[in-house]
């Protein structure tokens, strides 16, 4: 478990980020609806039942990818996963990863904590790249979030989306992770990811 403190926060807004547990997921649950209801950093318009948002842990889990939470004053302030950039097998070494922080909690160093974590935790598995598909081209805070953590942006997907009564922009950043594509896998990485990445065309675990 890795502790942090903003620089900008006031000393009452420490917190720490580690592994998310079945009891964090409703207040999980809580802040991505924020999202889905009022923003554009998701596609998702209708709320993902708490069930569901337990599965999609799950499948970060199964693949040995982080699923994490920021706690801090006693409630869950934040989270982030990491999760299969495609379920092709071909894609095994790409993830995708997701942070949200909670309303009205922005400026304090959150969403550095948890992306940082994230990308540690990543790195010492066997992927090699990690993939950002950022809601809205106006989402600055999150395009300069992954640009601190040396992604580079790599095209916009004009008008894909449409929420709100508009089309919507995703920016696509990457950055790698580890040796990125400077190596081959080894072979206990190739044979570790034939056996974790058992996901069908939907994107669930077979």
């Not at 000393?11 to 997921?25: G, I, L, Q, T």
């Not at 924020?34 to 069930?51: D, K, Q, R």
């Not at 939470?69 to 299969?84: F, K, L, M, T, W």
């Not at 790249?129 to 992604?151: E, K, P, T, Y």
Request: contains cysteine; aromatic residues 10%.
């Amino acid at each position: 478990m890795a502790e942090h403190r903003s620089p900008r926060a006031a000393p009452a807004a420490e917190f720490v980020v580690r592994n998310a547990s079945e009891a964090d997921k409703p207040a999980v649950q809580r802040i991505y609806v924020h999202y889905v209801l009022n923003a554009l950093a998701t596609f998702e318009e209708a709320p993902p039942s708490l069930e569901e948002m337990m599965a999609r842990r799950r499948r970060s889990l199964a693949i040995g990818a982080p699923y994490l939470v920021a706690e801090g004053g006693g409630r869950i302030v934040g989270y982030c996963y990491a999760s299969p950039y495609r379920a092709r097998p071909a894609y095994r070494y790409t993830l995708e990863d997701s942070v949200y922080v909670a309303d009205g909690l922005h400026g304090r160093g959150l969403g550095a904590a948890l992306l940082g974590e994230l990308i540690q935790r990543c790195e010492a598995g066997p992927w090699r790249q990690m993939v950002a598909i950022i809601g809205d081209s106006a989402n600055r805070a999150s395009i300069a979030l992954h640009r601190r953590f040396g992604f580079e942006y790599v095209g916009t997907l004009r008008a894909v989306g449409f929420k709100f009564g508009r089309w919507v922009d995703t920016p696509l950043m990457r950055r790698a992770l580890g040796a990125g594509d400077g190596s081959l896998p080894g072979a206990r990485e190739s044979a570790a990811r034939s056996q974790d990445f058992l996901y069908g065309d939907d994107g669930l675990p077979k």
